[in-house]
């Protein structure tokens, strides 16, 4: 059983829409990583955050400790949007070392123009 | 460069070959982690330095994989005697302090080993 669990697991949507998606994990996290992953690879750091609410642009990230869940939003979102997002935690019993990460499967995410 | 290269970018290499990955992490970074990314999953941990020493290498999936980083900057994944099951795209990330402290991770692009 992953300790990360992502859903949905694909998402089409049309241009503008309100997307959210939900992150929850199964042990006890320090921090929790959104990434974003385009095609061929390239992964880049969306927001790292362990408490409360992050903002940068039209991505919002929350995270509710208690509950052991985070979400990812994107508003007016767009077609440059599309890219698979993946969370990841740090400090799961699994492994992942000092400091890496265990991910979950990634959420497929396509906006249609 | 400023972020985190790797090299080569794709490789093809025939089952039994040994292959070599290389990762060049954003300079001054103390940390330096590899994943492995099979098609369709999230990455998972390999193993990870802080500056020279291989501090956890729980995720290494057998003795034909390898990974080193002599100097503390750039390191090196050795995967001995591919099998087909070793096909994955591989991942580095560096980060600027050790463990001590939580910082983030900054990832390379990658490097798509297919084994046929």
């Known amino acids: 059983k992953n300790e990360v669990e992502q859903s949905p697991q694909n998402l089409t949507a049309q241009e503008g829409e309100f997307i959210t998606i939900n992150c929850s994990y199964s042990?006890?996290?320090?921090?929790l990583h959104w990434l974003q992953q385009h095609p061929g690879g390239g992964i880049v750091s969306l927001f790292m955050?362990?408490?409360g609410k992050k903002k940068h642009g039209r991505l919002i990230a929350t995270i509710n400790i208690q509950e052991k869940h985070s979400s990812l939003h994107i508003t007016a979102s767009h077609p440059r949007d599309s890219a698979v997002y993946i969370c990841a935690g740090r400090n799961l019993n699994s492994g992942g070392g000092a400091d890496g990460l265990t991910f979950g499967k990634g959420t497929h995410l396509i906006i249609q123009p | 460069g400023a972020g985190v290269s790797q090299s080569p970018r794709y490789k093809v290499a025939k089952r039994g070959q040994d292959v070599a990955l290389r990762c060049d992490p954003i300079s001054g970074h103390v940390s330096l982690f590899w994943y492995q990314q099979a098609l369709g999953q999230g990455p998972e941990f390999l193993t990870y330095f802080q500056n020279e020493a291989q501090l956890d290498k729980s995720g290494l999936p057998s003795d034909r994989f390898f990974a080193e980083r002599p100097e503390g900057s750039v390191s090196t994944l050795k995967i001995q005697r591919t099998q087909q099951e070793d096909s994955a795209v591989y991942l580095c990330a560096s980060s600027l302090r050790g463990a001590a402290t939580y910082n983030e991770q900054f990832f390379g692009p990658g490097t798509r080993l297919t084994v046929l």
């Open positions: 955050l362990s408490s």
């Open positions: 042990v006890g996290i320090s921090a």
